[in-house]
């Protein structure tokens, strides 16, 4: 068990670098269609010429990343993070095989929308796993960690995309996030088991940081003094007596 304020344990830091890396390779695909855009295009009977027919493809992605990014934060405060992290990577790989196994426009699109919904989700599960491991004076770093490696997860997407088409086609760019993916949903949940922090969420982290004043910290004795104001919604704070 880590000492309160002193870090995450080794094995904690495992799981923090498993999400993260998830984080990064899901950015990846935002951009790895970018060079198998046309060899995609010609896989579902569409020609090179019709490219704007094509967009979707891409925006598909997009548009679950988004759209997932304000709603996962209160599904990891009621589930957990390390549920909704192996649940986000899950519906990513479904996406993946989904989008490898298309011969038509609206399998591809509904194949690179989830993608991006199971992608979109790892963030704010990953940014609120690290307040959960980390103190508040010391979550500066690992929130930047988890911002650069997105950033260069996108970069590096495209360069992907390059090495995968140098010896496959481009149904093995999906085939790979498919295994890959559930490569990082099982690590990452046999981390968290390892660890304890499995079920954790921020109904556990709202109870410390939510409440008006702290009446026991870990490790020391409880304050003495009358108890805090108790306040019921639809009914003024009492102070004392009547």
Not at 60 to 65: H, I, K, V
């Amino acid at each position: 068990m880590s000492v309160p304020g002193a870090g995450p344990a080794p094995r904690s830091r495992l799981l923090l670098g498993l999400a993260a890396g998830a984080v990064a390779f899901a950015a990846a695909d935002t951009y790895v269609v970018v060079l198998a855009l046309v060899d995609m295009m010609q896989g579902i009977g569409l020609s090179p010429e019709q490219l704007q027919r094509a967009a979707p493809i891409v925006s598909g992605f997009l548009l679950g990343y988004v759209a997932m990014l304000p709603l996962i934060g209160r599904i990891a405060d009621l589930r957990g993070r390390v549920p909704v992290l192996t649940a986000a990577l899950i519906v990513f790989a479904f996406g993946s095989i989904l989008t490898a196994a298309a011969y038509d426009m609206t399998t591809m699109v509904g194949g690179r929308f989830l993608q991006g919904v199971g992608g979109g989700g790892l963030v704010p599960a990953t940014l609120a796993l690290v307040a959960d491991l980390y103190p508040a004076h010391r979550r500066a770093i690992p929130l930047g960690i988890v911002s650069a490696v997105q950033e260069i997860g996108s970069v590096l997407g495209p360069l992907l995309g390059a090495v995968v088409l140098a010896v496959a086609d481009w149904r093995a760019i999906f085939l790979l996030n498919l295994a890959v993916g559930l490569v990082l949903a099982a690590a990452i949940a046999a981390a968290a088991s390892r660890e304890g922090v499995a079920g954790r969420g921020a109904s556990a982290a709202s109870h410390e940081t939510a409440s008006p004043r702290v009446v026991e910290q870990r490790g020391a004795p409880a304050t003495s003094g009358p108890p805090p104001v108790v306040e019921q919604r639809g009914a003024p704070a009492t102070s004392g007596p009547p």
